[in-house]
Nanobody, 118 residues
């Protein structure tokens, strides 16, 4: 199994920046991709950004050019650098890991709240 623990959420003003971190533990050798989802109040959970083991990335359209996903494989950690934050970015952000042990599996962090408000 893979366990994920996030950190870095909080309150930030519009136009500000914030960086989220997520450390993986357990069967980290089985991880295929890591990234971030978010869920705003009253909305479905959506993909924000994901990076595969070979460095390919995928971003949700509204965050392209503002958010950057990166990984430190030596630390089994994924980051989300969020710049030019907008009130509509307010959500609970969940770290996500895709891994394979006899079958494809998903791991989720506990979630961290990001609030963008003046």
């Amino acid at each position: 199994q893979v366990q994920l623990v996030e950190s870095g959420g909080g309150l930030v003003q519009p136009g500000g920046s914030l960086r989220l971190s997520c450390a993986a533990s357990g069967s980290v050798f089985s991880i295929k991709a890591m990234g971030w989802f978010r869920q705003a109040p009253g909305k479905e959970r959506e993909l924000v950004a994901v990076m595969t083991n070979d460095g390919n990335t995928n971003y949700e359209d509204s965050v392209k050019g503002r958010f950057i996903v990166s990984r430190d494989n030596a630390k089994n950690t994924v980051y989300l650098q969020m710049n030019s934050l907008k009130p509509e970015d307010t959500a609970v952000y969940y770290c996500y890991g895709s891994y394979y042990i006899r079958r494809p599996l998903d791991a989720w962090g506990q979630g961290t709240l990001v609030t963008v408000s003046s």
